[in-house]
C-alpha cells in the first residue's frame, strides 16, 4: 500500500504524562492506520489512551517518541506556525459534549472555522447554513444551542466539522451522550458527509451500536492497539 492511500500512519508512538514516580506511560508503541475513503474507528475500555491518541494525531498533544504521518505530511518535522495552519485547514473535530458557544446561533458556532481562518461573517454564515441544510438542520439555523435537542447540536457540532471541508474529521465518543436513533442519524450523516476518496473519519466509541458504519475497528487495550478487524 502506498504511504499516499493513508490519511493517518502511526508507528511506535510513545506518549507518557508526569515525570519519576509519578509517570504513566499512556501509549506504549502504538500503530495505527486510517485510510483515505474509510471510517476508521478506535475502541477499547476507558483509560486506554484513546483520547491521548486522537490528541496526538490532531496534534493537540506532542508525542515522546514514534512517528506519525498526517495526510503526508509529517507534524513532528514542520514550523509550528505551519503545524497550526495546516491542523486549521485540513482537520475538523466532533466531540462526545458539542462545546458550542451558547451565545452564538447554530450557523454562527457552525461557521466558528471559517471565520477562524479569515473568512468573511456573510459568507461564512452563509456555508454554514448550507451545511446545516444539508445535515437536515437549515430550518433551524438563527435557533441558539439551548433551544435544540442533543441530536440537533450534535448536528450543529457536525456541520462545524465540516464546514471548512477539511480532509481529516476526528470524533471523540461523537453518540456517547445520544439516544440510539439520534446517534444512529448523527453517524449516518457523518458517513454520508465526511466519506470520500480523498477524506478520512477517525472515530473513538464505546457505542458497539454505530460499529457497522466502520470500515475498519482498531482494539485498543493499556496503551496498545492489539487488534485491527476490517468490516
Ligand atoms: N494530561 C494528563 N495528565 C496525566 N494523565 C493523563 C492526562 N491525560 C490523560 N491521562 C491519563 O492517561 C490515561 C488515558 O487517558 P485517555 O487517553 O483519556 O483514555 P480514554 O480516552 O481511552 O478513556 C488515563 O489513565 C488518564 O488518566
Ligand atoms: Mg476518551
Given at each position: 500500500?502506498?504511504?499516499?492511500?493513508h490519511?493517518?500512519?502511526?508507528?511506535?508512538?510513545?506518549?507518557?504524562?508526569g515525570?519519576?514516580?509519578?509517570?504513566?506511560?499512556v501509549?506504549?508503541?502504538?500503530?495505527?492506520?486510517?485510510r483515505l475513503?474509510?471510517?476508521?474507528?478506535?475502541?477499547g475500555?476507558?483509560?486506554?489512551?484513546?483520547?491521548?491518541?486522537?490528541?496526538?494525531?490532531?496534534?493537540?498533544l506532542?508525542p515522546?517518541?514514534?512517528?506519525?504521518?498526517?495526510?503526508?505530511?509529517?507534524?513532528?518535522?514542520?514550523k509550528?506556525?505551519?503545524?497550526?495552519?495546516f491542523?486549521?485547514?485540513?482537520?475538523?473535530?466532533?466531540?462526545q459534549?458539542?462545546?458550542?458557544?451558547?451565545?452564538?446561533?447554530a450557523?454562527?458556532?457552525?461557521?466558528?472555522?471559517?471565520?477562524?481562518?479569515?473568512?468573511?461573517r456573510?459568507?461564512?454564515?452563509?456555508k454554514?447554513?448550507?451545511?446545516?441544510?444539508?445535515?437536515?438542520?437549515?430550518?433551524?439555523?438563527?435557533?441558539?444551542?439551548?433551544?435544540?435537542?442533543?441530536?440537533?447540536?450534535?448536528?450543529?457540532?457536525?456541520?462545524?466539522?465540516?464546514?471548512?471541508?477539511?480532509?481529516?474529521?476526528?470524533?471523540?465518543?461523537p453518540?456517547?451522550?445520544?439516544?440510539?436513533?439520534?446517534?444512529e442519524?448523527?453517524m449516518?450523516?457523518?458517513?454520508?458527509?465526511?466519506?470520500?476518496?480523498?477524506?478520512?473519519?477517525?472515530?473513538?466509541?464505546?457505542?458497539?451500536?454505530?460499529?457497522?458504519?466502520?470500515?475498519?475497528?482498531?482494539?485498543?487495550?493499556?496503551?496498545?492497539i492489539?487488534?485491527?478487524?476490517?468490516?
Amino acid at each position: 500500500m502506498k504511504t499516499n492511500d493513508h490519511a493517518v500512519r502511526c508507528d511506535g508512538i510513545l506518549k507518557h504524562f508526569g515525570d519519576g514516580e509519578a509517570r504513566v506511560d499512556v501509549l506504549r508503541g502504538v500503530h495505527f492506520e486510517a485510510r483515505l475513503g474509510e471510517m476508521s474507528f478506535l475502541v477499547g475500555p476507558s483509560g486506554c489512551g484513546k483520547t491521548t491518541l486522537i490528541s496526538v494525531i490532531a496534534g493537540l498533544l506532542d508525542p515522546n517518541g514514534g512517528t506519525m504521518q498526517v495526510l503526508s505530511h509529517e507534524p513532528a518535522q514542520m514550523k509550528s506556525a505551519d503545524r497550526i495552519v495546516f491542523r486549521r485547514r485540513n482537520l475538523g473535530f466532533v466531540f462526545q459534549q458539542y462545546n458550542l458557544l451558547p451565545a452564538l446561533t447554530a450557523a454562527e458556532n457552525a461557521a466558528v472555522p471559517l471565520l477562524a481562518d479569515g473568512v468573511s461573517r456573510d459568507v461564512a454564515v452563509k456555508k454554514a447554513t448550507a451545511m446545516l441544510d444539508r445535515l437536515g438542520l437549515g430550518h433551524r439555523a438563527k435557533a441558539m444551542p439551548r433551544q435544540l435537542s442533543g441530536g440537533q447540536q450534535q448536528r450543529v457540532a457536525l456541520a462545524r466539522a465540516l464546514v471548512h471541508e477539511p480532509r481529516l474529521i476526528i470524533c471523540d465518543e461523537p453518540t456517547a451522550a445520544l439516544d440510539h436513533q439520534s446517534g444512529e442519524a448523527v453517524m449516518g450523516l457523518l458517513a454520508s458527509a465526511a466519506v470520500a476518496p480523498d477524506r478520512a473519519v477517525v472515530v473513538v466509541t464505546h457505542d458497539n451500536r454505530v460499529f457497522h458504519y466502520a470500515d475498519t475497528i482498531a482494539h485498543m487495550n493499556d496503551g496498545l492497539i492489539d487488534r485491527i478487524d476490517r468490516n
